[in-house]
């Protein structure tokens, strides 16, 4: 044998060419997919119709009572049987839901009593009042004793302000029905969460099952679960309740999750050391120790079940919800604005309350505790004091029981005039504004859209999903993709995903751009905050009708809806991005000569992209879920699909094209978090 | 204080992290560095035997990522070993169950934390009382106990601050108060002092000797400074890569380290400090020197709390033992010597 060197010698390894762009494997395939789509697109038309339209026969169909039937018609049946037939021995299903509404309501009455009708005796109109409900001054004095409790007088104020400005726009008893089903609604979607969120992080179990049911909770678009809700629970504010608190649930269930996982090790080991039993360590150590990431979950739940209010309305809610679709409903706009700003009003009371319980330290020490109790508990014993006063008040001077009408003001015909002047002053500027874009940008992006085969679609998606996050989320992609193919929804999704997109295009051209402006400087920043903040703060049926009122039905209506409502997270994700930039990177960037622009450009935005692009999958999110509530605005889209099946009490027809919504939301939520995941990894910012 | 008796036994204890490392270690008893690298496994303890002394303060020292940290927290169960007893007063750790390990831990030992894991909702004397109040003890007998530890770490006026009120080194004052509340009989400590300042951990080590002192635990002391190491401890364990590689008092491991890595370590220890004089000290001779000793030292006394008595004699010193009997001699050059070596 020669000493021929093997090519296993390392000195004889050839040094590894750098591959031009077009050379890489993975463009090289993108290339050819992309050649090939749309090859099929154009030319395949007359030999594979079926790629063109999903044909029927091919619909996914369930074995139900003998014969194969479609999805939606199945679980329809599914449903009546559970109604009528299923029984669990001692009590049918529907006792059993009945029962779950009798005992929920249980709370909702003495909450309603005691803020909105008074205590009663007898039923209907025959009934006589036995106690009054808290008058409109000790409601606002036990408000601002909880704001100057959380947090400083400032918030007192502010708090107090804006629950004088319910009483005085006359929005006080719809408000204090709203704030009664609330109350009820914050507390179960919190303990349910915890305790699911508990299990979730105790049990491996629990957490796989927990998962994926989340998601679709907080994808699938409310309307299409209010249809069963509706079924299963009866028309009335129960019924609204239980809606909501399914709807504001999810984040509390996830925050509990994470907030426990985020519990020191330490912290734990203690509780071992000290020899803490399993409850002992759930409830005395984890549960305490996370307490302030478990108050923003507080936050995010009395959040979105104010969102609700307005859809919760239309299943037997009263209050401020039911006001503002009224008015929607006679097109008076004045009104609706009037409710609708009554309803961020409470938000923002509610929303600043609870984040200054969050934030809340715990009080400084104190010496010694004062032996009477009044002393002890301070506001307590005022609020306890007010609510007498003005209970026996209120017995012989009206004015400090109910707020008098008398004193009350009203802008609804400012609004309404308002609006009637834009409209005849500047109809044509709008007009032109709104037809140059549906020509230019919003149709033919749909055509286009469309025109896309099934089959092609899946196939890229999947692609997409392969190449971003490995083989299992290709497949899960074009999965979802063949199910919204298979229910006949095709050109419904193809609508909504052009609808959500052309919004989210927009959203972004202008987020990103706000949002890099405002981590630039931070005088912009503190406008640009309370801005964003206020936004996610209005419940989605404001955004609609203001833009209603200009522009009318239609897509292009539905298209502005869903980007005023979408945009906060693009801005808030892109400025946050930027400014927590590591400050030595941007150092080095400045000592090696970076122009401004340049240190935006180079340096900046390109560290700043993986939390970009949670934002963009945020503003996504949000559009989707927008998307549905335009849909009573017109659009031809799943949303409508939604709302048919809602006025129609059609449970399959709409959970059908909820789920479609959800795995929409779905994909793109995995293939974007996928591609931050991997940019992250580049970055190492792992 | 009975010196020799163990109050805790390690008997070769292995923790593998990594999928089949039960398996793995039941093949081969003996796998080495590269044996489990080859196996896919992170060896964080490998086959560690050691004893603590009653009464004794054993410290484990190493660097960051030796095992140290797993090693204590195999002790306590914290973290289960993959093989290998732990033997507390004789009973294997191992073999008790959950129940059992919750007594043993309520009652017969204590932990001290690195963070000081303390509990942001309950006050100083919460947090101290918070063991006997997880024992279901009675908030007026928990809180007069806590009261009492709390005055014994010097915190008394503080009782009802919250921990965000008090400084680091209050802090770990705090932890170490509440460790001490169920009346331990094995103390943990997890590098205590670390998260503090130097000045501070200077002043807390006092504190714990003090403690120490007074209370005669026997202790498991993780650290990662070889000074701290050697000025609190009787005995020390130095661990490399999750093994021990000596185990021996600091002037063991001053005058024969075992491994080049021990004595890398103690190249820069100040041998003064650790040194007693019985072990630089001469045989004495047949005769006492003409003119008599110039006075006497302790064998045990260390070298650099004798070094000002011997400065300016030019005669021996006698070297006597406990019993004062003259056991050697020591000359002023011979304590200069040593001086010099830093």
Not at chain 1, 454 to 475: D, E, K
Request: glycine content about 8%; proline content about 5%; hydrophobic content about 50%.
């Amino acid at each position: 044998m020669t000493d021929i060197p093997t090519s296993t010698d390392p000195s004889l390894k050839e040094e590894p060419v750098p591959r031009r762009f077009f050379q890489r494997p993975l463009v090289m395939i993108w290339c050819a997919a992309l050649a090939a789509a749309v090859t099929f697109a154009t030319f395949a038309e007359p030999y594979a119709p079926w790629a063109f339209k999903y044909p029927r026969a091919w619909r996914l169909e369930l074995y139900f009572d003998g014969k194969f039937i479609e999805l939606k018609n199945w679980i329809s049946k599914v449903v009546d049987w559970l109604i009528s037939d299923a029984s669990f021995g001692l009590f049918t299903f529907t006792e059993l839901t009945r029962g779950v509404s009798w005992i929920m309501e249980r709370p909702y009455i003495l909450a309603k009593s005691l803020l909105s009708t008074g205590f009663l005796e007898g039923q209907g109109s025959a009934a006589i009042q036995i106690l009054p409900p808290l008058s409109w001054i000790a409601v606002i004095v036990i408000i601002v004793a909880m704001a100057r409790f959380a947090r400083d007088r400032k918030l007192a104020a502010l708090v107090g302000a804006c629950f004088l400005y319910l009483a005085l726009f006359n929005q006080w008893s719809s408000a204090m029905v709203t704030l009664s089903s609330i109350v009820i609604a914050v507390p179960f979607g919190v303990a349910g969460g915890l305790l699911i969120g508990i299990a979730a992080h105790r049990s491996r179990i629990v957490k796989m099952i927990v998962s994926p049911v989340l998601d679709l909770m907080q994808t699938v678009p409310v309307f299409a679960y209010l249809v069963p809700i509706l079924v299963l629970f009866g028309f009335g504010p129960v019924s609204a309740i239980i809606a909501t608190i399914i709807y504001a649930m999810p984040p509390m269930v996830r925050i509990t999750m994470l907030a426990l996982k985020q519990v020191p090790g330490e912290i734990i080991d203690l509780g071992n050391m000290v020899g803490c039993t399993r409850r002992q360590m759930t409830w005395r150590v984890m549960v305490p120790s996370a307490m302030s990431s478990l108050m923003i979950g507080v936050n995010q739940v009395i959040m979105l079940s104010l969102n609700m209010v307005i859809i919760a309305s239309m299943i037997g809610a009263g209050g401020l919800g039911y006001d503002v679709l009224a008015s929607l409903r006679r097109l008076d706009i004045g009104a609706g604005i009037e409710a609708g700003v009554g309803i961020v009003v409470l938000a923002i009371a509610l929303d600043r309350l609870s984040q200054a319980f969050a934030s809340r330290e715990p009080s400084e020490h104190r010496e010694e505790r004062p032996s009477a109790l009044w002393r002890r508990f301070p506001y307590t014993a005022v609020c306890l004091a007010v609510v007498l006063a003005t209970g026996i008040l209120g017995l012989f001077w009206g004015w400090a029981q109910a707020w008098p009408a008398a004193w009350s003001i009203t802008t609804g015909d400012f609004w309404s005039e308002l609006v009637k002047y834009i409209n005849i002053n500047f109809f044509d500027e709008l007009e032109t504004f709104k037809n140059a874009l549906l020509l230019n940008v919003l149709i033919p992006f749909k055509r286009f859209l469309i025109a896309i085969p099934w089959p092609v679609a899946m196939a890229l998606l999947g692609l997409a999903g392969y190449s971003l996050g490995g083989w299992r989320l290709g497949v899960l992609c074009a999965l979802l993709c063949l199910f919204v193919a298979s229910v006949g929804l095709w050109s419904k999704a193809m609508v909504t995903v052009y609808l959500c997109g052309i919004s989210v295009m927009f959203a972004c051209l202008i987020g990103i751009p706000v949002g890099i402006a405002a981590a630039e400087r931070e005088r912009v920043w503190r406008v640009v905050r309370v801005v964003i903040d206020t936004l996610q703060t209005l419940p989605s049926f404001v955004y609609l009708m203001p833009v209603v009122m200009l522009f009318r039905v239609g897509d292009f209506t539905a298209m502005i809806a869903v980007v005023a409502y979408a945009l906060a997270p693009a801005v808030r994700y892109t400025a946050h991005g930027i400014r927590q930039v590591d400050p030595q990177l941007l150092e080095a960037g400045v000592v090696s000569g970076c122009t401004p622009g340049q240190l935006l450009r180079k340096i900046k935005l390109k560290l700043a992209l993986p939390e970009i692009m949670l934002g963009i999958n945020q503003t996504i999110m949000l559009a989707l879920s927008m998307l549905v509530i335009t849909a009573l605005v017109g659009t031809r889209e799943l949303g409508q699909e939604v709302y048919i099946a809602l006025t129609k009490a059609d449970i399959g027809r709409g959970l059908v094209a909820g789920f479609c919504v959800a795995f929409i939301a779905i994909i793109a939520d995995r293939l974007i978090t996928a591609g931050a995941q991997r940019a992250r990894a580049r970055l190492g910012l792992q | 204080m009975a010196e020799n008796e163990a109050k805790l036994v390690c008997k070769s204890v292995w923790k593998l992290f990594g999928p089949g490392a039960e398996a793995a270690l039941a093949n081969n008893r003996g796998m080495s560095m590269s044996d489990l690298q080859s196996a896919g496994l992170i060896g964080a303890v490998r086959d560690v035997s050691l004893e603590v002394s009653d009464g004794e303060i054993f410290v484990i020292m190493g660097l960051s990522g030796s095992g140290k940290s797993t090693l204590v927290r195999c002790m306590s169960r914290l973290i289960e070993p993959t093989a290998g007893e732990i033997l507390f007063e004789g009973t294997d750790l191992l073999k008790a169950s959950a129940a059992e390990m919750i007594e043993i831990r309520r009652h017969r030992m204590g932990m001290v934390f690195q963070h000081f894991a303390l509990l942001p909702h309950l006050t100083v004397l919460g947090n101290v009382a918070f063991p006997l109040e997880v024992q279901g003890i009675a908030r007026g007998e928990r809180e007069r106990r806590a009261r009492e530890i709390v005055e014994l770490v010097g915190l008394q006026g503080r009782e009802n601050y919250y921990p965000r009120e008090l400084s680091g080194g209050q802090q770990q004052r705090v932890g170490i108060a509440r460790s001490l509340a169920v009346e331990p009989e094995l103390w943990f400590l997890d590098e205590p002092f670390s998260a503090l300042d130097p000045l501070i951990r200077r002043e807390m080590q006092d504190e714990f000797l003090r403690l120490q002192k007074l209370l005669q635990k026997s202790i498991v002391f993780i650290t990662h400074d070889f000074d701290e190491a050697i000025r609190l401890a009787d005995r020390i364990a130095i661990m490399k890569d999750g093994a021990v590689d000596q185990v021996g008092t600091p002037e063991d491991l001053v005058i024969r380290p075992a491994t080049d890595y021990v004595a890398e370590f103690t190249r820069d220890v100040s041998r003064a400090k650790v040194l007693s004089v019985r072990a630089i000290m001469a045989p004495p001779p047949k005769r006492p020197p003409r003119g008599g000793y110039a006075g006497e030292v302790p064998a045990s006394a260390k070298i650099s709390d004798i070094a000002n008595d011997l400065n300016g004699a030019d005669r021996a010193f006698a070297v006597t033992d406990a019993t004062g009997k003259t056991v050697g001699q020591l000359t002023r050059d011979d304590v200069i010597a040593i001086l010099m070596q830093g």
